[in-house]
């Protein structure tokens, strides 16, 4: 069935790439990864059972190409296709991720969010140079949270967005997994003490814990390509 998505949107997508796993405490996982009008996208979804989860991965794949080749719509929120990761219980960091940050306006990352089925992001926000977060939660389905900045952008923001009106905690990792525990969250944003930079604590799929924080390098550009309109358009290219 994803097989059969591909090749409907053939015009539209490259190097795509499957991936099954199934974890321990946890339903299959399925990933898809590809490239939509030469920019990175990717769908990710879970199910109780190999067929159910494909068929729901299918259905996802085509809906995500869709949205980015032609009229763009936000994913649905709450997500009836996204199971929510705020469980009760102690976990331990199994995984440390460190990224050079992308910077950009909040519309733009979240753009990204959207192409990369992700729930949240971690980014550097431009405006004020911050380390920022955009995650689906909140009255319009997206909320916008920087590390000390609660007012809205200045610049006019495209996407209905809610602004995060707490501060961002400065928690150590072990502090902040144990936040996330005692409070059923799906994920914790925070400011590292040591760094002083935004790290994101998330809950993983085999209910252990995820971390991303930033290299300490410069932030990059985030570029997002113009999408084609129509089938028919030509495809246009990706920088990083």
């Not at 996407?159 to 409070?183: D, Y």
């Amino acid at each position: 069935m994803v097989t059969d998505v591909l090749i409907r949107h053939r015009h539209a997508i490259g190097d795509a790439r499957l991936r099954l796993s199934r974890l321990d405490r946890a339903p299959l996982l399925v990933q898809v990864n590809l490239r939509v009008c030469g920019a990175p996208a990717r769908i990710q979804v879970t199910g109780p059972d190999p067929a159910t989860a494909i068929t729901t991965a299918a259905g996802r794949l085509d809906r995500q190409i869709r949205r980015l080749t032609t009229a763009w719509e936000p994913w649905p929120w709450p997500d009836p296709e996204r199971s929510a990761f705020g469980v009760p219980g102690e976990a331990a960091i199994s995984r440390v991720k460190t990224y050079r940050l992308i910077a950009g306006m909040p519309c733009q990352a979240a753009a990204y969010l959207n192409a990369m089925d992700y729930d949240v992001f971690l980014y550097t926000d431009a405006e004020t140079g911050e380390d920022a977060i955009v995650y689906r939660a909140g009255p319009t389905g997206l909320t916008l949270a920087r590390q000390r900045t609660m007012r809205p952008p200045s610049l006019p923001v495209t996407l209905p967005l809610t602004i995060n009106p707490r501060a961002t905690p400065t928690l150590t990792p072990a502090e902040a997994a144990a936040w996330l525990a005692e409070h059923w969250l799906p994920f914790v944003f925070f400011t590292d003490p040591a760094t002083g930079r935004g790290n994101l604590l998330y809950r993983r799929y085999d209910g252990q814990l995820g971390l991303i924080t930033p290299h300490a390098g410069d932030s990059r550009r985030l570029y997002i390509p113009r999408m084609p309109t129509s089938p028919k358009e030509e495809r246009v290219g990706h920088s990083d």
